[in-house]
């Protein structure tokens, strides 16, 4: 998220009950680092890359990934539908996510996929409608492209594992809330509910030595 709206994020979420007054004590700002530089061409890819996968893993991949094409700084989606499937299944990405990354190559070229300008003009829910039209490509993967690269503060993430964690951590609820009930209560964390999952996942964060430890 901009810099310039972390104080006013930090501040909104702590004044909303003493479980997140706590919570924002104890973290700190808000720390989200987003990448605006990026196209959502290219955000995309990544953010296939790095389903289901720790994020150290998929960095390895994504490095080979780009390694094959040493004259671009990323490969271009043209490129990526000359490659033959089977150097990116080398490159350690599963053939359900090669298809993703051609799809969404295949969807770039043809216009689906909008650049970083045109995607100014679309909100929120409109670049998810045309987004998840691409094979492999769900509502979570285009909310990762809202929150991390077009820096949209408004956010919520209600079937991410993480994000529900940490609302059960925070209110020491014995199971997690259903996406539709989360989405309920985000309401009231609104126009900051990218910062509200970022903090939601520290939360989570927090508990994991504990049940590491436990098993």
């Known amino acids: 998220m901009p810099k310039k709206d ?18 924002v004590q104890r973290i700190g700002p808000c720390g989200l680092q987003t990448m605006p530089g990026r196209e959502p061409y290219e955000a995309l890819i990544r953010a296939i890359a790095h389903q289901q996968l720790h994020g150290k ?4 991949i994504l490095g080979r990934f780009v390694a094959m094409y040493p004259d671009e700084a990323f490969p271009s989606p043209d490129s990526i539908l000359e490659t033959e499937p089977e ?10 996510k090669i298809a993703s990354i051609r799809g969404i190559a295949e969807g770039t070229a043809a216009g689906v996929v909008p650049t970083r300008k045109a995607s100014q003009k679309l909100d929120d829910e409109e670049l998810i409608a045309r987004l998840v039209s691409l094979r492999g ?8 492209l809202l929150i991390y690269t077009l820096e949209r503060p408004d956010i919520l993430p209600v079937d991410d594992f993480g994000v529900r964690e940490g609302w059960r951590v925070l209110k020491s609820l014995p199971q997690q809330p259903k996406p539709k009930e989360l989405a309920q209560i985000g309401l009231a964390w609104s126009p900051h509910r990218s910062a509200a999952a970022w903090y939601l996942w520290r939360a989570a964060e927090k508990v994991k030595p504990a049940i590491d430890q436990a098993d």
Request: proline fraction near 2%.
């Open 137 to 144: 490509v769900g509502r979570w993967t285009v909310e990762m």
């Open 6 to 23: 972390v104080p006013s994020a930090s501040a909104h979420l702590a004044a909303i009950d003493a479980d997140w007054a706590a919570l």
């Open 87 to 96: 150097l990116l299944r080398a490159c350690g990405f599963s053939f359900a």
């Open 57 to 60: 893993a998929a960095e390895a």
